[in-house]
């Protein structure tokens, strides 16, 4: 097989990967963890503690 | 791309970019304590931007990561590695190079006309690897490696390196508000040393926290190669004057390594090749028409 085609076959498995990763990771509350760091100051980041 | 207009139009995205997502006003205002707290929290911007930044409307997807694997239930982050594989995927370092607003600060300081450092190529090649030891260990490996009796870990790479943080986050909110300056104390004086160091630096070598210590910029650069977004040298016009490789402020050589992982994609190469051999490709299509930028060479030349 070609090996343009090989590595976009590579390719368009890892996006869906990556956005079966994304989609899990939101379905399963880690977007929630997100949010609750985010929406908060991070002491620890701004060098506050 | 136009090459007479792309440096231009980089800086016009870069700062809109910027804008766009620091684009919380009320968080500027003096005497507030409120950073922004809606829904687009829950989604990361692709570069460095600290959340705690009083205008920041997403999530700094490296302070995201940590976020998740610091949690007491050792969750693997796949929210947060997804959408950087994608990213990642799509577009590699161009995010570096375009959407990064403390990438961007970092060239403006680099335009201050003073004399510029050169570091020697083997230490230079050996600092360059310090980026992905910070992915590794200050990112990934102390959070899981090192928990509290609570079950919970530090954000190490947030508290003890990332400048970014301080400059976005801890210095505005600490002007802007009073409550939080009793707070100050050894930590905030070590980060605002790191920041001191990274902003001097920055004066007389380009872009030095993208190059040895960014944990973001290393991730983005696992997926240079199969991007995209990639640089395309057509060998048949390249003459290999080296007149790229003299341009890149990165020290990569477009006419040998034009997908090198360290390689942001800012596009000086393109403006500085005499015969048009270097181009921007997506999905392997060029991008901008050659035979447009050859004319407008050529009338350059002709003026």
Redesign the interface.
């Known amino acids: 097989m070609n090996q343009?085609i090989v590595?976009r076959i590579?390719?368009t498995a890892?996006?869906l990967?990556?956005?079966?990763?994304?989609?899990?990771?939101?379905v399963?509350g880690?977007?929630?963890?997100?949010?609750s760091?985010?929406?908060n100051?991070?002491?620890?980041?701004?060098?506050?503690? | 791309m136009d090459k007479k207009h792309g440096s231009k139009l980089r800086k016009i995205i870069q700062i809109c970019w910027g804008v766009l997502t620091n684009a919380y006003v009320k968080g500027f205002i003096a005497g507030s304590s409120t950073i922004y707290t809606g829904p687009l929290k829950h989604f990361c911007v692709p570069g460095m931007n600290c959340y705690s930044c009083p205008g920041a409307l997403g999530a700094c997807p490296i302070g995201a990561l940590q976020a998740v694997l610091n949690s007491r239930h050792r969750k693997f982050p796949f929210y947060v590695i997804g959408f950087l594989m994608t990213i990642g995927l799509f577009l590699g370092r161009f995010v570096c190079g375009w959407l990064c607003v403390f990438g961007l600060i970092q060239e403006l300081l680099y335009m201050i006309p003073t004399p510029k450092l050169k570091i020697p190529e083997r230490v230079d090649k050996v600092l360059r690897n310090m980026k992905y030891v910070m992915l590794l260990v200050m990112v990934i490996a102390l959070p899981l490696l090192y928990r509290n009796e609570y079950g919970a870990a530090k954000p190490f790479f947030c508290e003890f390196v990332c400048p970014v943080g301080t400059l976005e986050g801890g210095i505005p909110l600490v002007l802007l508000n009073d409550q939080l300056r009793p707070a100050l104390g050894s930590l905030f004086i070590f980060k605002t040393a790191i920041l001191t160091v990274c902003i001097l630096a920055s004066i007389f070598i380009y872009r030095p926290f993208c190059k040895y210590l960014c944990p973001l910029g290393a991730f983005y650069a696992l997926f240079q190669k199969v991007s995209l977004v990639k640089l395309d040298v057509d060998k048949s016009a390249c003459v290999n004057c080296g007149a790229c490789a003299r341009k890149c402020a990165m020290n990569v050589d477009p006419s040998k390594t034009p997908n090198s992982t360290e390689c942001i994609r800012c596009g000086e190469c393109l403006k500085s090749c005499p015969t048009n051999a270097l181009r921007f490709t997506c999905a392997g299509k060029k991008i901008g028409n050659k035979t447009n930028i050859g004319e407008t060479k050529n009338e350059e030349e002709g003026n």
Do not use: H
């Not at chain 1, 990967?17 to 939101?26: E, T």
């Not at chain 1, 100051?41 to 503690?49: A, P, R």
């Open positions: 343009k590595s590579i390719w890892a996006l990967l990556a956005l079966g990763m994304v989609v899990f990771g939101y399963s880690e977007a929630e963890t997100v949010f760091k985010a929406v100051i991070c002491m620890e980041c701004i060098g506050l503690g």
